[in-house]
């Protein structure tokens, strides 16, 4: 944290911080600190390099608490929007409460408040504070498509019809253009972005919005890839939006399901190419891992038609037979992936996008890899284990681990939670890291009734344990 938002801090509390934590990143150019007071008050400061964006997200909180909507309030900033400090709105997002009735309850008031922003959000609002631009036109339709042909598609390796793609990306944008509007257009509202507090909803991440028609948020939050919800509860929450914003504006609904389906598509073709620039570019195998969810919801749009759309209908068809997910469905069980990795190949990403877990340093002790006899060898083979159990400090090492992980285990499971990660990293990925993995990983098989995936990302190695 700089010396700017502490002083900031300073100011606003009239005390200085007396704990800092620096929060996982969004995918932004912002940096995210929980901050708290020696009143044991907690806040969160932002500090950000895009003057414009942390400007947009500065004043759209403002107005939109003006009117009413649930968001975090901006408490104190910098002159230059640079850095702020915002109420805490504490860690539970709606993507991470376990299904059930009342994550249910707790997405249908979500829905609902999605009219309020858009309808009641738009008046009075400021175009000129939206970022990095203030309307939905031809050119952010034909950004987001290139960014699916770019930044997915030609990565994916399959070969297509560029020509008649690109007729159809005509034809969509011109549906897509039909739809003018005055509302506002959240841009990202899905379930990541809706933080639960005292029971109810708060929007955050509201920042890259603009005027634009009310189906591209409809879409996103409905059809969002990880969220998977099943056709019936789509369909009701479909229904529960139109009924709130018919308090605004009269709804014709079948013309209203015609018209989102042309947005859906699109939605869904603009969070692959994102998926594409994070996973199939950058490697990060969380949005590797969200690629197949994605697929599914396009595969089966094109099944119930789209015939204006020749080309994309060939696409999906390939994409589908390229990037095919698993039809097992999940039971809900708790699933504890235990993985071992090299530090110096950075500690392995969360897939999940939960966060949290466990993250160990196993560089403590002697390093079998300093041995001739030892240096082929894995954490898996008989003579490494040996040595490393007749090493001081590894058996008390693991005592603890499986002291901390049983009771986080244990929780896990009394809330219905279905993720928990934990890594041990070393210096190589090849032996004390592996080694603790695989103990920590058989321990836990063997005494809780839960999932284990045993991953040494360095040795290539991903399995179930039975």
């Known amino acids: 944290m700089t010396e700017k938002l502490s002083q900031l801090f300073s100011e606003l509390t009239r005390s200085g911080p007396c704990k800092v934590e620096q929060l996982r990143g969004s995918g932004s150019n912002r940096s995210y600190f929980r901050i708290a007071g020696c009143d044991g008050k907690t806040y969160i400061g932002v500090e950000g390099t895009s003057l414009k964006e942390d ?3 500065c004043e759209l909180a403002r107005h939109f608490r003006k009117k009413g909507i649930n968001v975090p309030e901006v408490l104190a900033r910098t002159d230059d929007y640079s850095a702020y400090i915002q109420e805490d709105l504490g860690d539970l997002a709606l993507f991470d409460i376990p299904d059930g009735p009342d994550k249910e309850e707790l997405i249908f008031k979500t829905i609902r408040m999605l009219s309020k922003i858009q309808f009641e959000g738009a008046d009075g609002l400021d175009w000129s504070l939206c970022f990095p631009q203030k309307e939905f036109d031809a050119r952010m339709v034909s950004f987001d498509l290139n960014y699916f042909k770019y930044c997915f598609l030609k990565p994916s390796g399959i070969e297509f019809d560029e020509i008649a793609l690109e007729d159809d990306f005509a034809r969509l944008s011109a549906v897509l253009l039909e739809n003018r509007s005055e509302t506002f257009m959240y ?3 899905q379930a990541r972005n809706v933080m639960i507090k005292d029971e109810e909803p708060y929007l955050i991440d509201f920042q890259g919005g603009r005027k634009g028609p009310v189906y591209y948020d409809v879409a996103s939050f409905v059809w969002q890839a990880r969220a998977a919800y099943p056709d019936a509860l789509k369909e009701r929450l479909v229904d529960a939006y139109m009924e709130s914003a018919e308090k605004y504006v009269p709804i014709d609904r079948a013309g209203f399901k015609a018209t989102l389906r042309q947005f859906v598509l699109f939605r869904t073709l603009q969070v692959l190419g994102a998926y594409g620039f994070r996973g199939l570019i ?20 094109f099944e119930t038609g789209f015939t204006e759309y020749p080309a994309l209908a060939v696409i999906s068809g390939q994409l589908a037979d390229r990037f095919r997910r698993s039809e097992r469905k999940g039971d809900g069980t708790l699933e504890v992936k235990v993985s071992s990795f090299s530090f110096k190949k950075g500690v392995p990403a969360d897939e999940s996008g939960n966060g949290g877990g466990y993250v160990f340093d196993c560089r403590g002790f002697d390093n079998p890899g300093r041995y001739e006899e030892y240096r082929n ?6 003579e490494v284990i040996k040595f490393l159990e007749n090493t001081s400090g ?12 049983d009771s986080h285990i244990e929780e896990f499971i009394r809330r219905g939670f279905t993720h928990l990660e934990i ?10 890291s592996v080694y603790c993995a695989e103990k920590t990983a058989r321990h836990i098989i063997e005494k809780y009734n839960v999932k284990v995936r045993l991953v040494h990302r360095e040795q290539g190695v991903d399995e179930y344990l039975k």
């Open 55 to 57: 400007r947009a997200f």
């Open 187 to 189: 841009r990202d509202f």
């Open 282 to 301: 950058e490697k990060k195998e969380h949005f590797i891992r969200s690629i197949p969810f994605a697929i599914e919801n396009l595969r089966r749009m």
């Open 377 to 382: 060898l894995t954490g898996r083979d008989p």
């Open 394 to 405: 590894v058996a008390s090492f693991l005592d603890h681990v499986r002291g901390l992980v």
């Open 423 to 432: 890594c041990f990293g070393c210096t190589g990925g090849q032996h004390r």
